[in-house]
């Protein structure tokens, strides 16, 4: 059974860091681009960063210079790490596993974790 379990969200202020974190397991980890998604209320879902099993990363404008994705296949493991947060950042975080073109090899993704970001 396939499971992403994403934990570290919290409540912060302005210019603090949080680092994120997805377990996975069920599927072969290195095998799958992993992503960090978020959703604000009343906003689609947006990529916050990617990166592929060969450890190419993907950053969205927003957070380029502030967030980095990284990941340890041997604990099966996805991180962001969130620096310089804004209130802006404030949404859902959610923990992407995908493979092969429109995810035809295995999509799938957790359950999010809440970011709030506020003075």
């Known amino acids: 059974q396939v499971q992403l379990v994403e934990s570290g969200g919290g409540l912060v202020q302005p210019g603090a860091s949080l680092r994120l974190s997805c377990v996975a397991s069920?599927?072969?980890?290195?095998?799958?681009?992993m992503g960090w998604y978020r959703q604000a209320p009343g906003k689609q879902r947006e990529l916050v960063a990617s990166?592929?099993?060969?450890?190419?990363?993907n950053y969205a404008d927003s957070v380029k210079g502030r967030f980095m994705i990284s990941r340890d296949n041997a604990k099966s493991t996805a991180s962001l790490q969130m620096n310089s947060l804004k209130p802006e950042d404030t949404a859902v975080y959610y923990c992407?596993?995908?493979?092969?073109?429109?995810?035809?090899?295995?999509?799938?993704w957790g359950q999010g974790t809440q970011v709030t970001v506020s003075s």
């Open positions: 992407n596993a995908r493979r092969g073109i429109l995810g035809t090899g295995g999509d799938y």
């Open positions: 069920g599927y072969i980890f290195s095998l799958y681009a």
């Open positions: 990166i592929t099993g060969g450890g190419t990363t």
